[in-house]
């Protein structure tokens, strides 16, 4: 499945212009995370009382909520730097439901870092773009304090009152033996997706064990699969999207085409230290897209 998206996104990418193929990329992806939240809602009408019950949007067996924190924040990129739709509710709607459901997650990477990377993407726009922006930041946020404000505030007290924050969620346990792992294999590694076949001793308790999954860090989940030798070859695709985007943000100018790609970057590179998406997942997808339409659009530019 890896290779045949790959092989679309390349496809894509190189048939249409940049900036189209952004703008149908959005309206196909906006409009997938719509239908998504409809379907999860509709066939499991509970979630919806997450408030209530002091658990966090989403269900941890089909659409876990970490992975839906990121779709959101890809998508709220999508709806405040791209004009994906020529009517203004249209635009204005789907971003105030997508960043409520995305601090319905709480997700916290996710959320940290879409809030950061719209303030890094408001600070590379000038005149009115970013005044339009704002007002319409300023209207969704207005509308998630009203919505779930309260709800936020209790999550984040329970999260730190039971002390998940010193392990950020069990992860510095996690990395620990994930490299005690490495040790046996350092070079090529077990194998990709093979982690999640994986046990270890649950932290919480003393005669449990609890599934992997994966290593909850891009860098470390490349290296337990693939290796110092795969990791090398992550490093070099890594560095060369951060380069084209380095090029993009002096070339580009003044256009929310560039704060798109910046405010993407960010937030993938920030998950990369919390989640693993980017081993040939959800985030290494939606990295290869941004990196192909800014090749695309500095190849452009050139001519």
């Known amino acids: 499945m890896n290779g045949a998206i790959i092989v679309a996104l390349v496809v894509f990418f190189n048939i249409f212009a940049p900036d189209y193929a952004l703008l149908w990329s959005g ?12 379907v999860l809602v509709l066939t499991n009408p509970s979630v919806l009382s997450f408030q209530e019950a002091g658990s966090r949007f989403g269900d941890q067996e089909l659409l876990h909520p970490n992975s839906l ?8 990129m999508y709806l405040l730097f791209i004009r994906i739709y020529r009517a203004r509710f249209l635009q204005v709607g789907p971003s105030i439901v997508v960043a409520v459901a995305l601090l319905a997650t709480f997700s916290k990477t996710a959320i940290a870092g879409t809030l950061l990377a719209v303030v890094l993407a408001f600070w ?3 005149g009115a773009q970013r005044w339009l922006l704002t007002f319409l930041v300023f209207f969704t946020a207005l509308a998630v304090t009203l919505l779930i404000g ?27 033996w994930v490299l005690d792992q490495v040790v046996e ?46 990791l090398g070859c992550f490093f070099l695709f890594w560095l060369y999207c951060l380069k084209l985007l380095f090029s993009g ?41 941004c990196g192909l339409a800014l090749e695309k ?6 001519r």
């Not at 309206?27 to 409809?38: E, M, P």
């Not at 329970?158 to 620990?176: I, K, P, Q, V």
């Not at 070079?187 to 064990?209: C, E, H, N, Q």
């Not at 085409?257 to 985030?283: C, H, I, M, P, Q």
């Open 27 to 38: 309206r196909a992806y906006v409009l997938g995370i719509l239908f998504t939240t409809a």
């Open 69 to 76: 924190g990121i779709a959101y924040g890809v998508a709220l």
């Open 124 to 126: 590379s726009l000038r």
């Open 150 to 176: 309260n709800y936020l505030t209790s999550q984040l007290q329970t999260y730190l009152d039971a002390g998940h924050a010193e392990t950020l969620s069990g992860r510095t346990l996690l990395w620990s």
């Open 185 to 230: 294999r350092p070079i090529l590694g077990y194998g990709y997706l093979v982690i999640k076949d994986m046990t270890a001793l649950d932290p919480r308790f003393s005669s449990w064990t609890t599934s992997i999954v994966h290593a909850h860090n891009a860098y470390f989940d490349v290296l337990f699969s693939s290796g110092y030798v795969g």
């Open 249 to 289: 943000v002096i070339r580009l100018g003044n256009s929310t085409v560039k704060a798109y790609l910046l405010a993407t970057f960010f937030l993938l590179t920030v998950r990369s230290f919390t989640e693993a998406g980017l081993n040939l997942r959800f985030d290494f997808w939606i990295a290869l897209a």
């Open 297 to 302: 659009s500095l190849c452009t530019r050139r």
